[in-house]
């Protein structure tokens, strides 16, 4: 596609329930972002891919929260058992090259967890 | 660690009003500097960047200098639109770890009235 995708743009859950997110980046990019942003907040690092190699995930939060790119491309966010100070939207990031801050973000995923 | 500062908002301006919206930083390494702007129901996009000290990163009329001096990139526009009202995010990027880290600022909305 012409830009990030992500999905589902909205997610209610109750507490306790698991979540799966959804980003389909940009074809070709090397580099994919998972960002937390609260309400009124900026965006706060979750963790990074490199192709299919996670070289960070120093943000995640707890050990709740887990993420994959098993082919280098579409990439999932995964929280297990959520809390309600999981609520925020997610963003999904992705750039042409591992060596730039230029990057392309989606519309987001909002969670809220009831 | 890494972090950027910015102006707490919100902003109100008329329109052709002159703006700044001033953004500090700290950071160990050498960063590259952003503008991100968040438009009502749209994701983060790139607004202007700066790789160096003394660089001057414009688009659509904002204008951003990179002051090692003064470790700033406070972002201004000679005469604000409507269509300008949005969330801006202050950001800067340092290699870590064999990639570029994207630290972003609060976020400072502008709202402009006719």
């Known amino acids: 596609g012409a830009g990030v995708s992500q999905s589902p743009r909205y997610k209610v859950a109750k507490r306790g329930q698991d979540v799966a997110l959804r980003c389909d980046p940009i074809?070709?990019?090397?580099?994919l972002f998972w960002y937390q942003q609260a309400l009124g907040q900026g965006p706060e690092f979750l963790t990074y891919?490199?192709?299919?190699?996670?070289?960070?995930k120093s943000g995640l939060p707890s050990d709740r929260f887990f993420a994959e790119r098993p082919e280098g491309s579409v990439s999932t966010l995964k929280i297990q058992r959520t809390q309600q100070e999981d609520s925020a939207v997610y963003l999904c990031a992705s750039s042409r090259r591992y060596d730039t801050g230029e990057l392309f973000f989606g519309e987001g995923s909002r969670l809220t967890v009831l | 660690g890494d972090s950027v500062t910015q102006m707490e908002g919100p902003v109100t301006l008329s329109e052709e009003a002159f703006l700044t919206i001033n953004c500090t930083y700290t950071a160990t390494g050498y960063p590259s500097l952003f503008w991100y702007v968040q438009y009502p129901g749209e994701g983060l996009q790139l607004l202007l960047k700066?790789?160096?000290?003394?660089d001057k990163g414009s688009n659509k009329g904002f204008e951003a200098t990179y002051r090692k001096e003064t470790t700033s990139f406070h972002l201004e526009k000679g005469s604000v639109q409507v269509s300008d009202s949005a969330v801006y995010f202050c950001?800067?990027?340092?290699?870590?770890?064999?990639?570029?880290?994207?630290?972003f600022g609060t976020g400072t909305k502008l709202q402009v009235i006719p």
């Open positions: 950001a800067l990027s340092v290699l870590s770890g064999g990639y570029q880290k994207v630290t």
């Open positions: 891919f490199q192709n299919e190699a996670q070289l960070d």
């Open positions: 700066a790789t160096k000290a003394d």
């Open positions: 074809s070709g990019h090397v580099s």
